[in-house]
Structures are given as C-alpha cells and as structure tokens.
C-alpha cells in the first residue's frame, strides 16, 4: 500500500486533524503523499517535509501546489496541461469531523472512483448523528446509556435526575460537552452545546464507570482487533485531552481485565462494525457497568488512527487496503429506450 493522507476539512476538529496526520508522519515508515483539505474546499499537496502545524496557520500551504478532483485521483493542473498526482494507490480519509465523517468525504471518492480507507456514506452519517448511533446499536442488539435529544428551539425538561452530561449531537472530540450536576447549571451548559448544534444528547452520567476502548477492523483475512485500553482520565476526556490523545504515537498497555470480559468486549465490537463499517478502521468506546456492555461512540475515524493500540499498525493498514469494498458496476445499456424508440419507428424521436 502507498498511501495519500487525506486531512484537515472545514469542521471544528479541522487543526485535530492536522495533529493526526503529523503524527501518522511519524508512525508509517514508508513514503506518504499529503493531500490537505482547507477549509474553502481547496485541495492541496503538501510535500512531507513541510507537514508542521504552522505551515497551515500561516497560511503558507497556499505556495503549495493545489490539486483536482478528477476520476481516479487528484492532478496538478499548469498553465498548458495537468499532471496527475502520483505515489499513491489509496487515500486514507483522516479529516476528523464534519466533512470527513458526515458522508461528504466518502461519497467524493467513490463518486471519483479513488480507493480510500474509511467509512462509507451509510456508515458516516450513523457514526456521525449521536441519535442515529443509538438507534443503530438498538436495531442490532447492543446496549447504550439512556439519552435525551434536546433541541435548540424546544423545551428544556429532561426525563432524569443530575448529574447528566451534555453533549453536541453531531459533534467530537468533547468539544461544547458538559457535566451537568444540578438545574441551575443546565441553561449554561445547553446554551455552550448549542452554539455547535442546533440539537444535543442529554445522558445521565454515572460516576466512575469502568470504559474500555477498542479498535479493528475487518479484512479478506479475518479480523484484526487491537489491544483493549482502559484509558486513564478525569470525569471525562477533555477537548485539551482529547487534543494530545490524538497526536498519540506511543503504544498503550493492553486493559487488565478477565479474559470472559475481554471476549465479550471484542465480539461486542465486531457486532458493531458489521457490515456497515467495511474498509474503515474504527474505534468503539465502551462503558462497563453492573456487568453490562454499553456502547459510549463510535469513532469512524479515530484520533492518529488509534495507531497506538496496534502491534502492527502499518500492516493493519495494508490488509485493510486489499479488502476494500468494491462497488457494483452499473452499465445503463438503454433496452428500455431502444425498445420504445423501436416501437414509434425509426425517424419518430422522443421529446419527453
């Protein structure tokens, strides 16, 4: 596999986004091509040795070479001819958020027929909606917290006690989330996640709930599901937390929990990934609690690609490259017309 790092979108995980691919830089020994996405819409090729933050905050990646959606790739167009962009065979789509996970990534590489590593459009508009993800693991046997959609012009009473915690329903990385431990604190904490949504997802929250986190997916040759990691936090990951988690290359250590517990964690995921998720690598959260497995979220493209939860990342990422859903091709060979056109006579076109 020789992979092209898609990155950076208009979100608000854009810069989140810029920390994964300079990390994955770090992580993929073998030769990466760089394709920015900025917040205009513009493609962009950013050579290897200018993946640095500032680059994109000044402004600079502008004196790089923009590129062209076209069928099977991307080009460099000059003044007199274009030139496609070579040195790779698959995009992995890495814009966190927004266009990356809300299907509009997705459905441009498969609309130009370019392979890419990453959730469908199926996939990303269920992954993205935190109420479609509910409904989701509902409809396939899955257990999740309770919850509450609240949207921005309704009414403000909510079916459970304090504390709950307050989250943007189309949103990641904790940006606009909130605990919530009395009435009184509810109004603010509404007022913040509705400047990111126009609807929430109110769930009651539960103190010190055991969560494991586990990433995977699957190929022509069986699964791949990494290691599980029981990550060290505070009440919950903040977006500062989340913000260096996703610039993560260091390998975790493997959750010290009963084997029962760990089967059950890893057949709960592949239950979740499906169908729906193939040619993604995806990270499920989960709670654990009263002996119970609760789907907290699906990440449809995790911080640094969950790289760190891998023994052998780069050789997920080719597997997964070779077992990539291929698309029915559909040929319109016009019987239907050729019939009509048949039966009104040779020299009678139709008009309508």
């Known amino acids: 596999m020789k992979p092209a790092i898609l990155f950076g979108g208009a979100s608000y995980e854009h ?17 990466l091509t760089f394709i920015f996405l900025d917040a205009e819409g513009g493609f962009w090729h950013i050579p290897a040795e200018k993946m640095r933050s500032n680059h994109f905050s000044s402004g600079d990646y502008r004196k790089d070479d923009p590129l062209t959606l076209v069928k099977g790739g991307f080009e460099k167009r000059g003044f007199l001819k274009a030139k496609p962009l070579e040195g790779f065979d698959t995009v992995l789509n890495l814009v966190h958020g927004g266009q990356g996970e809300d299907g509009t990534i997705a459905s441009l590489m498969e609309f130009f027929a370019i392979p890419y590593i990453g959730p469908r459009k199926e996939a990303s508009v269920i992954s993205y909606n935190k109420w479609l993800t509910k409904l989701y693991a509902e ?26 915690i307050v989250k943007p329903l189309r949103l990641g990385s904790s940006i606009g989330v909130s605990i919530v431990r009395k009435r009184e604190e509810l109004d603010f904490a509404l007022d913040v996640a509705f400047e990111f949504d126009d ?6 929250f539960i103190e010190g ?11 022509d040759e069986g699964w791949i599901l990494s290691r599980i990691e029981a990550p060290q936090k505070k009440e919950f990951l903040d977006f500062d937390q989340k913000y260096l988690d996703f610039a993560r290359t260091e390998g975790v250590q ?6 029962t517990l760990q089967k059950d964690l890893e057949e709960t995921f592949e239950k979740v990934y499906g169908t729906l998720f193939e040619g993604a690598l995806i990270r499920c959260d989960f709670f654990f609690a009263s002996g119970e497995i609760l789907l907290n979220e699906i990440n449809p493209i995790p911080g640094s690609m969950a790289n760190y939860l891998f023994d052998d990342f780069a050789g997920t990422l080719s597997k997964l490259a070779r ?11 016009y019987a239907y017309i050729n019939r009509v056109q048949s039966a009104k006579g040779p020299k009678t076109g139709m008009q309508d």
Not at 199 to 204: F, G, I, N, R
Not at 209 to 219: D, M, P, S, Y
Not at 254 to 259: G, L, N, Q, R, V
């Open 15 to 31: 810069e989140i986004s810029i920390v994964s691919a300079i990390a994955l830089k770090k992580v993929l020994k073998t030769p």
């Open 139 to 164: 409809g396939i046997g899955v257990q999740t917290v309770e919850y509450q959609v609240l949207h921005i012009d309704g009414d403000r009473n909510l079916d459970f006690d304090f504390p709950v």
């Open 199 to 204: 609807d929430v997802l109110v769930e009651p």
């Open 209 to 219: 709930i055991e969560e494991f986190n586990i990433a995977g997916c699957k190929t």
């Open 254 to 259: 493997e959750a010290k929990i009963d084997p």
């Open 323 to 333: 077992s990539l859903p291929r698309p029915r091709s559909i040929r319109p060979d």
